[in-house]
């Protein structure tokens, strides 16, 4: 049995017939047509999945797209405007907080909901706060910068440096 | 991975939910948060027919000290205990804890009626309850029940909870005087299940006696496990560092930890005493 349901990604209603059995991030993915959003584990660990429901960051590969019905959905589509980049994206391209990108629109979305939560983390914040996704290549360093960069960027703080650092 | 297909409810008050329990009896499942369920789903290691999503109702998510206790709505998320005020003034075992739950995704879904009513002893919050005595209200068409957390778990995956009936609060005897909690798990990962977890809680009188103590431990044993011996030991006593190194010593004799890809039993009943003396100290400093 199927069931109609609307989610609004990036500010725009999509409504489908799903069976209840449905991921969240199959409706985005296949449904939606949305393919920013992607599937690393399936296993709830590796994050590649989250998305904000109403702001919160989630694993879409946990969550079934019936229980997301009449939710604000956010995903990485819906980052950059017609002015440009979104500061998080800004921070992950000046600081090299990427190689091959996989993890990349997990990893800025639930930088989002940290930065959101705790504007000016700390380092040691900012480690436990992205806890929850893996990145295979960059060893993480890089993307911590790129949050604290855009920490600073979002209130208007002096910028760190975007050199390289070799640790 | 795809879960088995089934029907999906999400009723918007406690008493359709437990008509839709009674309806569709043991085919029937409540989805909370879904952390643990949905993952089983999609492993096909659970395929219920139907789902009770009950995140839909209403008063079921709470923090709040009433009536000489700390309540908490079985629907109350891992985010909000952690970023609760009377939690961080009074009872910071859950800080320890939510901090290694999983991680924050996980705790922006992740209840803790869930997390008890999942019946595993790899989950944490067994223990925290174990250690802080804590009772368990359950709902059925009949009524409410009440349910001491020593009575609780009954196996693997099964709990006090019967068929047609919903966790709805957990209570815990309130703080007062001088009374500390802690928690700790090694783990291998971000994430991971406990190698061994101690939760340990103490009210200390004037005088520096123990009036109350608590110890229980994660996925030592086939069920969560209050350490009764080491708690013995603590009551009535001063909380030397002789007693505190006895307590622990029987924590890691009565439990019974199986060997896994996490370490052998040898290793496992070290980290239980390494972690008891640990808990212990810390929670007697925050009660100080
Ligand atoms: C990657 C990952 C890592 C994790 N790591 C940890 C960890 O380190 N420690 C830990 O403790 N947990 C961990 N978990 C489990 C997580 O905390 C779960 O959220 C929790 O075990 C279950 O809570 P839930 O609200 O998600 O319950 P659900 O998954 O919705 O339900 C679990 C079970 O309990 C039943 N149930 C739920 N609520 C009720 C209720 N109110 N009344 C009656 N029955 C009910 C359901 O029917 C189901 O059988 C992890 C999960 C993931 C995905
Ligand atoms: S794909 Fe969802 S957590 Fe890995
Ligand atoms: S950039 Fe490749 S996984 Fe993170």
Known sequence: MTKK???????????????????????????ASLTGTH????????????????????????ILAVQADGKEIATVEGLATAEGLHPIQEGFHLNHALHCGFCTPGMMM????????????????????????????????????AIQWTSAKMQGKELPSTEPKFV | MIPESFAYSAPTTLDEALALLQEHGDEAKILAGGHSLIPMMKLRFASPTHLID????????????????????????????EESDIIHNKYQIFIDATKLIADPQVRNFGTL?????????????????????????????????????????????????????????????????NYGSAYHKAERKVGDYATAGVAAMVQIDDQGRCTRAGIGLTN??????????????????????????????????????????????????????????RMLKKAISRAK
Not at chain 1, 45 to 55: Q, V
Not at chain 2, 120 to 137: F, Q, R, T
């Open chain 1, 39 to 62: 599937i690393g584990c399936d296993t709830s660990s590796c994050g590649a999945c989250t998305i904000l429901i109403d702001g919160k960051s989630a694993k879409s590969c946990t």
């Open chain 2, 113 to 177: 009626g869930g997390n008890l009513a999942h019946g595993d002893a790899a989950n944490d919050h067994p223990a925290v309850m174990i250690a802080l005595g804590a009772e368990i209200e359950i709902t059925g068409q009949e009524g409410k029940r009440t349910v001491g957390i020593d009575d609780f778990f009954h196996g693997f995956y099964t709990t006090a909870v019967d068929e047609g009936e919903v966790l709805t609060e957990i209570r815990i005897p309130a703080a007062s005087g």
């Open chain 1, 110 to 145: 639930r930088a989002i909901e940290l930065l959101d939560k705790n504007p000016n983390p700390t380092e040691e914040e900012i480690r436990w706060g992205i806890a929850g996704n893996l990145c295979r290549c960059t060893g993480y360093n890089n993307i911590v910068s």
């Open chain 2, 54 to 81: 009950i995140n839909n109702i209403p008063g079921l998510s709470y923090v709040k000290e009433e009536d000489g206790y700390l309540k908490i709505g079985a629907m109350t998320k891992e985010v909000e205990v």
């Open chain 2, 220 to 277: 030592v044993s086939p069920l969560p496990l209050r350490a009764k011996r080491s708690e013995e030991v603590l009551i009535g006593s001063d909380l030397s560092e002789s007693v505190i190194e006895q307590a622990a010593q029987y924590a890691s004799e009565d439990c019974s930890p199986s060997e896994d890809l996490r370490g052998n039993e040898e290793y496992k009943r070290h980290l239980v005493k390494v972690i008891t003396k």
């Open chain 1, 5 to 31: 349901i609307t989610l609004k990604i990036n500010g725009t209603e999509h409504t489908m017939e799903v069976e209840p059995r449905m991921l969240l991030v199959h409706a985005i993915r296949e449904n």
